[in-house]
């Protein structure tokens, strides 16, 4: 059975950092790329960040240089290093297996002041 579970979203004010993990399970998780998306109130949700089974990574213009996206295969972990937040980051967090219909069930991150 295959289980995404998030953690590390919480309140931070702008300009902050937080770390999101996403434990995998139920996968051989060190051969699948792997992404981050969000879903802000009343808007769909987006992707946020990829990273191939080989560590190539990708971002979207709203998060690059801000955002870091990496995996620890030993431990089937991913995860999203978030800096400089802002108002416009604030989002429900969603790891997903690329390519595969396999959701998390979320983290919310709040950037207020």
């Known amino acids: 059975q295959v289980q995404l579970v998030e953690s590390g979203g919480g309140l931070v004010q702008p300009g902050g950092s937080l770390r999101l993990s996403c434990a995998a399970s139920?996968?051989?998780?060190?051969?699948?790329?792997m992404g981050w998306y969000r879903q802000a109130p009343g808007k769909q949700r987006e992707l946020v960040a990829t990273?191939?089974?080989?560590?190539?990574?990708n971002y979207s213009d709203s998060v690059k240089a801000r955002f870091t996206i990496s995996r620890d295969n030993a431990k089937n972990t991913l995860y999203l290093q978030m800096n400089s937040l802002k108002f416009e980051d604030t989002a429900v967090y969603y790891c997903?297996?690329?390519?595969?219909?396999?959701w998390g069930q979320g983290t919310q991150v709040t950037v207020s002041s």
């Open positions: 997903k297996i690329s390519n595969r219909p396999y």
């Open positions: 139920g996968i051989i998780f060190s051969t699948y790329a």
């Open positions: 990273i191939t089974s080989s560590g190539r990574t």
